[in-house]
């Protein structure tokens, strides 16, 4: 009695086929759930104050929640001084480069400039400008 080769076993080709899509999928599903994570795990939080400088309302409460996805503490969303800010960019408040180095490069931005405030609970402003569409939803 001749033995049946896989070639003879649709079935079975199938069955693997599937359970490959299946687990590819559940990967990839996997991934997508965990969201955005920051570039560099800073030694403490980092803590953002976020201002719309994009003419566009709710910007700024879009582009808070992906930086609070990428583990940064957003203590306060409000609007810049204008509204015609055409790249967003990071102001760092501290006196040393961490921060702002952080934030930047999680959004991908390098717009950075140094501005050390007498603020204590703020270590970066983030001016939201026009391009910060690339990290929100669309409307």
């Known amino acids: ?17 599937l359970s490959f899509l299946l687990i590819a999928a559940f990967a990839v ?7 955005p994570q920051a570039v ?5 939080p980092i803590r953002i104050q976020l201002w719309n400088g ?20 957003v203590l306060e969303v409000a609007n810049a001084d204008r509204s015609d800010y055409r790249a ?3 102001v760092n408040r ?4 961490e921060p702002a180095r952080v934030v ?7 717009h950075v400039i140094q501005q050390a405030g007498s ?8 001016i939201v400008g026009r391009d910060a569409r690339r990290w929100t939803q669309p409307p």
């Open 94 to 97: 501290r006196e040393y480069p």
């Open 29 to 35: 599903s996997a991934a997508v759930r965990v969201g």
């Open 88 to 90: 967003t960019l990071v």
């Open 1 to 17: 009695m001749a033995k049946k080769s896989r070639n003879d076993s649709p079935v079975l080709d199938w069955g693997l086929g």
């Open 119 to 126: 603020q204590e609970m703020i270590d970066v402003t983030v």
């Open 104 to 110: 930047a490069e999680y959004l991908g931005t390098s």
């Open 40 to 44: 560099v795990k800073p030694k403490q």
């Open 54 to 73: 994009s003419g566009r309302s709710g910007l700024a409460a879009e582009l808070a929640s992906y930086l609070r996805d990428g583990g940064f503490d």
